[in-house]
């Protein structure tokens, strides 16, 4: 398990190596981070704000790349990804569940259900 922090305190961990994103542990601002663990450290720039529990790209992905947490392919990039932007519906396609694709992106609210 790896922490990412940088000098203000903004953190993710990163479950394992082969994962190309972390979650953000707390509400990230843009700006430098740096992956602490196993692996040599990794500078990372967050390229926007990512909110708590959210995933932040660990490298850059092409359409069609998976994109791996827990050493396990859980999505498919849709969009390309650069190292440091938030993944999440409005780039990427789950690979556990089908109806999140459903899911309003920053709501996470189901858009197959009507609401009164």
Known sequence: MTTVSNSTGQRA????AADNVA???DDVEAGAMVI???LVPLEIQALEPIRQG???ALDDLEPGAQILKFGVPIAVATL???RGQWVHLH???SRVDERSA???PKTGATKDTPYA
């Not at 961990?13 to 394992?16: A, G, L, S």
């Open 13 to 16: 961990i990163r479950i394992n």
């Open 23 to 25: 979650t953000v542990l």
């Open 36 to 38: 602490q663990g196993p």
């Open 54 to 56: 959210h995933k932040i």
């Open 80 to 82: 390309p990804i650069l």
């Open 91 to 93: 780039n990427c396609r």
């Open 102 to 104: 459903g899911l309003d």
